[in-house]
């Protein structure tokens, strides 16, 4: 049997719930084909130089992972973009360019593909063509800002970022420059409960706890009929999400989606109760 080694690696790392080292993954592709450790180390020695793999050191040992340094296709449209990196795109293609930095969010997590693609089917249902007026997304916690990048891209008038921490708002700052949305994309750290405004979509990439927080924050801030993205939340997790939002505040969960052992969930703003 012909196996082809780096689809097979790249199958192992794409797929896997935990991180990987280079002993574990040579390990684990020679006891499955009885590969050769010179063969092994040569097709990862490739897919390294190609960026479709890099090594990273993740608390105390060498981990080889999947790597964004390079255009990566995140949902049927969005493209991330490393700055400085091209690209030829498709003509339906939204290319959302990345600076590295510190800030959560560049791409590398499945909690931030999860959130863009929930974000495309999320517009697709709100059906913005038909409301006539500015829309606004509220990206809460928003790290890297990718996520309001990308609703704004994907047709959103405007975005509201709020975070905590200033390096964040730097880089999302950053990122707001590099996609030409600098006037369109406010990045601030003031309390979600002092805008005084609705929103069409809000945003949240964050942990369980933080996600049932903020529910009645959430519910006091979107409008009628938008639609709420919440990430970061594991696959055991779903159903303590999905019934707090149903059940509380009138909000219908319309679509999910998971990615290795993290979940993101869409809803509606079906009611008030």
């Known amino acids: 049997m012909t196996v082809n080694l780096k689809k097979e690696l790249l199958h192992v790392i794409e797929n896997g719930w935990e991180k990987i080292t280079p ?22 020695k490739d897919l390294v130089s190609k960026r479709r793999l890099t090594y990273t ?16 296709r995140i949902s049927k449209h969005v493209v991330l973009k490393p700055q400085g990196r091209s690209f030829a795109p498709d003509p339906d293609d939204v290319i959302i360019e990345i600076a590295h930095g510190a800030s959560f969010g560049t791409g590398e997590h499945p909690t931030t593909r999860l959130a863009i693609r929930g974000i495309e089917h999320a ?11 500015e829309t606004c997304v509220l990206d ?8 309001a990048i990308a609703a ?12 905590t921490d200033p390096c964040a708002r730097y880089e999302a700052g950053e990122n707001a420059r590099l996609n030409g949305l600098e006037e ?3 990045i601030c750290e003031v309390p979600v409960e002092d805008l005084d405004r609705k929103f069409i979509l809000i945003t949240a990439n964050l942990r369980y706890p933080t996600l049932k927080r ?10 009628q009929g938008g639609a709420v993205v919440l990430s970061g939340i594991k696959r055991d997790e779903i159903s303590g999400i999905i019934d707090t939002y149903n059940k509380e505040k009138g909000f219908r969960c319309t679509w999910k989606e998971c990615e290795k052992d993290w979940a993101c969930l869409g809803f509606l703003r079906t009611g008030i109760r």
């Open 57 to 72: 050191y993740h608390f105390g040992r060498t981990v080889i992972e999947k790597s964004f340094d390079r255009p990566v």
């Open 140 to 147: 809460i916690g928003t790290g890297s800002g990718v996520l």
């Open 214 to 223: 903020i529910l009645f924050t959430v519910a006091g801030s979107i409008e």
């Open 23 to 44: 002993w574990e993954l040579r390990k684990q592709i020679s006891q499955k084909y009885g590969a050769k450790r010179k063969e092994i180390e040569t097709a990862i």
């Open 152 to 163: 704004v891209r994907l047709g959103i008038s405007s975005a509201v970022g709020l975070d």
């Open 184 to 186: 369109r994309f406010n």
């Open 123 to 133: 517009l697709g249902e709100i059906c913005l063509s038909g409301r006539g007026k």
